[in-house]
């Protein structure tokens, strides 16, 4: 436990950050997991987009990896739109 004020300050400013970005993390997990389950109906096109959205806000909040987000907005486009 830390002794300084900052130091105690920094700590729970972290556990706050900590809380949000698994928050995201796991709306995106969830999100993904939803387009995999369900097969390509007009309904789950706009769930797509929904599930671009989500990804790419994360990717831009640095909560996942930029290079993780194009990889699973790429898979998920793969199994609505098959392989070319």
Not at 5 to 16: P, T
Not at 18 to 41: G, S
Request: proline letters at 2%.
């Amino acid at each position: 436990m830390p002794n300084i004020q900052s130091a105690k300050k920094k700590v729970r400013k972290d556990v706050k950050k900590t809380a949000r970005n698994d928050e995201q993390r796991l709306k995106v997990k969830k999100t993904v997991k939803k387009i995999v389950k369900t097969p390509k109906t007009a309904k789950n096109a706009k769930e797509l987009n929904g599930a671009y959205s989500t990804i790419d806000k994360a990717a831009k909040k640095k909560v996942i990896h930029k290079n993780k987000a194009a990889r699973l907005k790429a898979k998920i486009s793969k199994l609505f739109f098959g392989k070319k």
